[in-house]
């Protein structure tokens, strides 16, 4: 989620757009993880090689730029629903893939942006194909949905003391608390019409945070960038980092919970 809370002249038609290409992209999301497949695949490989690509401009290693997102797109091919999926063959190419562009590059910066792009694909990928899974990933994208509504609005509303200030001057202290109980708000309704399990529920706060936590790395690569946002894709709302930056973390983590109880269930 970006920075652009405030109350200047404009704000109002700034949010009414932000608003409705917020909601048009919730739409696209919610299509294809209905349908999932390569519908699902499709959105999934745009939102990574997007975001390899806006890393590569932040981290200013956009020399190689689209280098990484060849290199990306070995792994992002292998999780196609043709081929292996969402597996362990594809983590493994992740890593692999990380790994060239690494010695090509000279630098673990850009290496570390196919981490960055990857591992939420292969997460979110991963997330649809398991028992229950249009209900986890209904659930985890809906966290992060509520975690930066709750965030913004309480945020603006409440104000007070800064939550990090040199990052983030406009996020507070309020704004996060505003963000994990409209999340723990929609997971409990979940929990009561959906079945969502109640573990789950308790999870949905430090995730969360998690998610807040994603929102100011993000904001930290774009203050050392100097950049206000990390593209211009989506008007009101920046680049595509800018709109998953709290998927980023939070995915990965759901994927290795959700991965745990199943290895577990079946020990």
Same mark, same amino acid.
């Not at 048009?24 to 294809?32: Q, T």
């Given at each position: 989620?970006?920075?652009?809370?405030?109350?200047?002249?404009?704000?109002?038609?700034?949010?009414?757009?932000?608003?409705?290409?917020?909601?048009?992209?919730?739409?696209?999301?919610?299509?294809?993880?209905?349908?999932?497949?390569? *519908?699902?695949?499709? *959105?999934?490989?745009?939102?990574?090689?997007?975001?390899?690509?806006?890393?590569?401009?932040?981290?200013?290693?956009?020399?190689?730029?689209?280098?990484?997102?060849?290199?990306?797109?070995?792994?992002?091919?292998?999780?196609?629903?043709?081929?292996?999926?969402?597996?362990?063959?594809?983590?493994?190419?992740?890593?692999?893939?990380?790994? !060239?562009?690494?010695? !090509?590059?000279?630098?673990?910066?850009?290496?570390?942006?196919? !981490?960055?792009?990857?591992?939420?694909?292969?997460?979110? *990928?991963?997330l649809r194909d398991i028992e229950n899974g249009i209900l986890i990933m209904l659930w985890t994208l809906a966290l992060v949905w509520a975690t930066d509504i709750g965030a913004y609005f309480s945020g603006r509303a409440i104000g007070g003391p800064k939550l990090a200030p040199q990052i983030s001057p406009n996020k507070t202290w309020a704004g996060l608390i505003g963000g994990v109980a409209l999340t723990t708000v929609v997971s409990f309704v979940l929990h009561v019409y959906w079945g969502l399990s109640f573990y789950l529920v308790l999870l949905s706060m430090p995730l969360a945070v998690l998610a807040q936590m994603g929102d100011l790395f993000e904001s930290w690569l774009k203050r050392k960038a100097g950049a206000k946002d990390s593209g211009t894709i989506f008007p009101g709302h920046g680049g595509v980092m800018d709109r998953l930056d709290g998927l980023i973390p939070v995915a990965p983590v759901v994927a290795m919970i959700m991965l745990t109880d199943s290895l577990g269930a079946l020990s």
């Open positions: 989620m970006d920075d652009r809370a405030g109350s200047k002249p404009g704000k109002a038609s700034e949010l009414q757009k932000r608003v409705i290409v917020g909601v048009l992209l919730i739409a696209v999301a919610l299509l294809a993880g209905y349908f999932g497949g390569i *519908l699902m695949w499709l *959105l999934v490989v745009l939102m990574a090689l997007g975001i390899m690509s806006e890393w590569a401009l932040l981290t200013r290693r956009d020399n190689n730029r689209l280098l990484a997102m060849y290199a990306l797109s070995v792994p992002l091919a292998i999780m196609s629903p043709w081929a292996a999926g969402a597996s362990f063959l594809a983590l493994g190419l992740i890593m692999g893939a990380a790994m !060239f562009v690494a010695v !090509f590059d000279r630098s673990l910066k850009l290496a570390a942006g196919v !981490f960055y792009a990857g591992l939420p694909a292969l997460a979110v *990928l991963y």
